[in-house]
């Protein structure tokens, strides 16, 4: 199985400022990468696929990168809106596998 | 509108079983593949399963295999988990997602139900 290692688990930040979030996959995936967002008691929401493209609605505060092993979440100036807990996963095998998490609070 | 909405968990005593059911909306169900994700309390995402758009082929987590079966009918536009042999560790909340037509999930799971939990418990 792929296992997807997020790090940090946790982040503290104040809204207008940047954050990235890493997602490193143990073997090659190239770019076959999700990441989602989840708030409390709702269901995850797509933001981004194929590591680097910005699902419709989502603000383009959101931007993903990466390919092979190493990928990031990067949201530009925060918003309220935006503190949650993000997750990765790989969508290149069977099981897909999630990241643990990073949770982003506000600071 | 596309949704999805998700139905039939609850309370079960160790070793048995639940079906889950997830209606579908507002998009061609039979093309698209299904997943089902669930989340432990307090815990991260955990993928449970897969079927494709025809139904012909589904894939598991080791942890369900062999006691989860997911199927689907597409004349009724609803996904479905048969959960035997439950254990504790199975208790989470159960989200069924919209995916990739078949093994692909280049797209990712791009609309999520609103989840039903299932607790595992005497």
């Known amino acids: 199985d792929i296992q997807m290692t997020q790090s940090p688990s946790s982040v503290s930040a104040s809204v207008g400022d940047r954050v990235t979030i890493t997602c490193r996959a143990s073997?090659?995936?190239?770019?076959?990468l999700a990441w989602y967002q989840q708030k409390p008691g709702k269901a995850p929401k797509l933001l981004i696929y194929a590591a680097s493209s910005l699902q419709s609605g989502v603000p383009s505060r959101f931007s993903g990168s990466g390919s092979g092993t190493d990928f990031t979440l990067t949201i530009t100036s925060l918003q309220p809106e935006d503190f949650a807990t993000y997750y990765c996963q790989q969508t290149t095998s069977f099981p897909r596998t999630f990241g643990q998490g990073t949770k982003l609070e506000i600071k | 509108e596309v949704q999805l909405l998700e139905s039939g968990g609850g309370l079960v005593q160790p070793g048995g079983s639940l079906r889950l059911s997830c209606a579908a909306s507002?998009?061609?169900?039979?093309?698209?593949?299904m997943s089902w994700v669930r989340q432990a309390p307090g815990k991260g995402l955990d993928w449970v399963s897969k079927i494709i758009n025809t139904g012909g082929t589904t894939y598991y987590a080791d942890s369900v295999k062999g006691r989860f079966t997911i199927s689907r009918d597409n004349s009724k536009n609803t996904l479905y988990l048969q959960m035997n042999s439950l254990r504790a560790e199975d208790t989470a909340i159960y989200y069924c997602?919209?995916?990739?037509?078949?093994?692909?999930?280049?797209?990712?799971?791009?609309?999520w139900g609103q989840g039903t939990s299932v607790t595992v418990s005497s």
């Open positions: 507002g998009f061609t169900f039979r093309s698209y593949g």
């Open positions: 073997q090659g995936i190239s770019s076959w």
């Open positions: 997602a919209k995916s990739g037509p078949t093994f692909s999930d280049y797209y990712g799971m791009d609309v």
